[in-house]
């Protein structure tokens, strides 16, 4: 499978912002998306955001309501680095952001996380009042 590092989590404060970036390695070939999921303490793991290039480099994005306006999701292609452009953050988005690879039918349905094979190791964000 496809080894990937997330990086960025760290505390900020209410209203601030973050960058969180995943970088993916190995055999991704047979992949077309990344995502990133969250997972907050007693809660089960929730789908953030997610980013296809399987129509070309420009790509399809979908979002979490929740997050929707707020943060946004890129891709460097050349890097195979997927970044997560966090805004405007509030207390509930305190969690553990992992970031994954997989296969996403665009234009069938919204991503899932089933979708995603490969998953990095988790990145802290905590977000204080």
């Known amino acids: 499978q496809a080894q990937l590092v997330a990086s960025g989590g760290r505390l900020v404060q209410a209203g601030g912002s973050l960058r969180l970036s995943c970088a993916a390695s190995?055999?991704?070939?047979?992949?077309?998306?990344m995502g990133w999921f969250r997972q907050a303490p007693g809660k089960e793991r929730e789908f953030v955001a997610a980013?296809?290039?399987?129509?070309?480099?420009?790509?399809?994005?979908y979002y979490a309501a929740s997050v929707r306006g707020r943060l946004t999701i890129a891709r460097d292609n050349a890097k195979n680095t997927v970044y997560l452009q966090m805004n405007s953050l509030k207390p509930e988005d305190t969690a553990v952001y992992y970031c994954a690879i997989g296969g996403w039918p665009v234009g069938v349905r919204p991503p899932t996380l089933s979708d995603f094979g490969s998953w990095g190791q988790g990145t802290q964000v905590t977000v204080s009042s």
């Open positions: 190995g055999r991704t070939f047979s992949t077309n998306a």
């Open positions: 980013i296809s290039w399987s129509i070309g480099s420009i790509g399809s994005t």
